[in-house]
């Protein structure tokens, strides 16, 4: 073979040819669980907790719906009014003023998780849903638990486990440590123990 004629200065590389080729193999394979806005497959079959494979943010919105839709409550505040924190935003109008609370979504991450991961350059996923906005009203443990395990069933298993609803849980659990801190620094004494008593009745979803 002649040797290259170069007429421009700069850098060339020259490539040794190869019967070898290198074959282009997925490094990993996500799974997202949580909670969706509907769970439907196009021919009207459930998709509630059964591994479903995604490829785009689109097809994820044709299964599984959008965002929950957040609500802010705005209430009438009085400059008397101490029960709202400081921190609440207000604003006035016609000689009132009125707070604006937090808004009320059930804190679903899901959606927003599944969005900004295709929008860098994320590939295939799975998508377990484990119940809608709706049906669940906020994240409960035995749900996400139970998307999980229908994991099990998959041939090809995922290679990494992203739970973002479990923040909710975890949110959860913080906030009733502060109530009972908060009684127990008043000196309520045996009612802090009956506060978490009462919340972890009906904590299966947090505990």
Not at 170 to 198: I, K, L
Request: glycine content about 8%; overall charge negative.
């Amino acid at each position: 073979m002649a040797p290259p004629h170069y007429t421009t200065p700069g850098v060339y590389v020259a490539e040794n040819l190869s019967n070898f080729s290198i074959s282009a193999v997925p490094t990993s394979l996500p799974a997202f669980v949580g909670y969706t806005e509907k769970a439907w497959s196009t021919d009207n079959k459930s998709l509630e907790l059964q591994p479903t494979p995604v490829a785009s943010l689109l097809e994820f919105e044709v299964l599984f719906g959008k965002a929950p839709k957040y609500t802010f409550p705005i209430y009438e505040r009085s400059d008397k009014d101490g029960t709202a924190p400081a921190y609440t935003p207000t604003f006035s109008l016609n000689n009132k003023t009125y707070g604006i609370d937090a808004a009320k979504s059930g804190y679903f991450l899901l959606y927003n998780s599944i969005r900004l991961y295709f929008q860098n350059g994320g590939g295939p996923a799975y998508i377990v849903s484990v119940g809608t906005y709706e049906s669940a009203g906020q994240a409960r443990k035995d749900e996400l638990l139970a998307g999980l395990q229908s994991l099990e069933k998959l041939t090809n298993p995922p290679t990494l486990l992203i739970i973002p609803d479990a923040l909710a849980l975890e949110q959860a659990a913080h906030d009733v440590d502060r109530c009972v801190m908060a009684v127990e620094e008043t000196g309520g004494g045996d009612e802090s123990d009956r506060v978490r008593g009462n919340v972890e009745s009906h904590d299966s979803q947090i505990s």
